[in-house]
């Protein structure tokens, strides 16, 4: 039913910026809950953020005040601003929706920052 796919991710040298998107395609009118997570190299998968169709957001402690997540309900697609990057912010990004009856992973989008 529901497709995601992810893109923005790439290289960027520590302190810079970079927003990823991930739209939703198929039958999301279902969807309430949209989030991106990511996983580091020999760390498990963390949630980054979360936001509710009704605006509600939430952020890991790590990335507070740096990253900032927005929704756009009519195009159906998710973003994550990034900035002031970190090495520590290196990781495989993937997105996530929730809706009744559904859950739905993205493939994943690999940001690099470097020292």
């Known amino acids: 039913q529901v497709q995601l796919v992810e893109s923005g991710g790439g290289l960027v040298q520590a302190g810079g910026s970079l927003t990823l998107s991930c739209a939703a395609s198929?039958?999301?009118?279902?969807?309430?809950?949209r989030g991106w997570y990511r996983q580091a190299p020999g760390m498990k998968r963390e949630l980054v953020a979360v936001?509710?169709?009704?605006?509600?957001?939430n952020y890991a402690a790590s990335v507070k005040g740096r990253f900032t997540i927005s929704r756009d309900n009519a195009k159906n697609t998710v973003y994550l601003q990034m900035s002031s990057l970190k090495p520590e912010d290196t990781a495989v990004y993937y997105c996530?929706?929730?809706?009744?009856?559904?859950?739905?992973w993205g493939q994943g989008t690999l940001v690099t920052v470097s020292s």
């Open positions: 996530n929706a929730v809706g009744s009856n559904l859950q739905v």
């Open positions: 198929g039958s999301s009118s279902s969807i309430n809950v």
């Open positions: 936001i509710s169709s009704g605006g509600s957001i």
